[in-house]
Nanobody, 122 residues
């Protein structure tokens, strides 16, 4: 059974930074694709960043250049570094995993989800 546990959510001022952590169990990050998604109240869930099993990354246009996704296979952990945060970056951030997908930003492709961690940027 794959389990994902996120941490790193917080309330920050615009221009600040946060780093999310997604710790996985039941699989190895070396073999799965991982995505970070966010959802704001009243809005649809959107893919923010994704990383494949071989480390290929993808980003939503709204975060490109500000967010960085990375992983540490030895720790089965995926990180989302968020810099230059804006109020529109606020929302519930959730990591998800799937054996493989050609589109790491598409939520429908993922099988396993964490509980999420809240980010508020003011």
């Amino acid at each position: 059974q794959v389990q994902l546990v996120e941490s790193g959510g917080d309330s920050v001022q615009a221009g600040g930074s946060l780093r999310h952590t997604c710790v996985a169990s039941g699989y190895t990050s070396r073999s799965h694709c991982i995505g970070w998604f966010r959802q704001a109240p009243g809005k649809e869930r959107e893919g923010v960043a994704g990383i494949t099993d071989v480390g290929r990354t993808s980003y939503a246009g709204s975060v490109k250049g500000r967010f960085t996704i990375s992983k540490d296979n030895a720790k089965n952990t995926v990180y989302l570094q968020m810099n230059s945060l804006k109020p529109e970056d606020s929302g519930m951030y959730t990591c998800a995993a799937v054996w493989w997908t050609s589109n790491t930003l598409l939520a429908a492709n993922y099988h396993y989800w964490g509980q999420g961690t809240q980010v508020t940027v003011s």
